[in-house]
């Protein structure tokens, strides 16, 4: 579909950019899709802001902490294998 080149500078649409189409009363409607300028921000906005987690803190003390056994994964057969450093 070609849209006119008046049109497409109005928008700032450029050829080979992605719309979305949709029909409505009979009439076909094309938008540009919402750009985001910064990923990160629009991630935060999920969250309502960010949370100050020290993450390592958070797993070392999750080693401390008894599990019951009927709630522990077993990785490789449920025997922990030696790692070289």
Same mark, same amino acid.
């Given at each position: 579909?070609? *849209?006119?080149?008046? +049109?497409?500078? #109005? %928008? @700032? +649409?450029?050829?080979?950019? =992605? %719309?979305?189409? =949709? !029909? $409505?009363? =009979?009439?076909? *409607?094309? $938008? !540009?899709?919402?750009? *985001? !300028?910064?990923?990160?921000?629009? &991630?935060? /906005? &999920?969250? @309502? #802001?960010? &949370? /100050? *987690?020290?993450?390592?803190? &958070? +797993?070392?003390? !999750? ?9 522990? #994964? =077993? %990785? @490789?057969? @449920?025997?922990? #294998?030696?790692? /070289?450093?």
């Amino acid at each position: 579909m070609t *849209i006119p080149e008046s +049109v497409r500078t #109005k %928008l @700032g +649409v450029k050829i080979g950019d =992605k %719309l979305i189409v =949709k !029909s $409505e009363n =009979k009439r076909i *409607i094309m $938008e !540009s899709p919402k750009q *985001i !300028s910064n990923p990160s921000n629009a &991630l935060w /906005n &999920l969250f @309502g #802001k960010p &949370l /100050n *987690i020290d993450a390592a803190k &958070l +797993v070392e003390e !999750s080693w401390d902490e008894p599990e019951e056994p009927s709630k522990r #994964k =077993k %990785l @490789g057969g @449920g025997k922990r #294998k030696a790692q /070289n450093a």
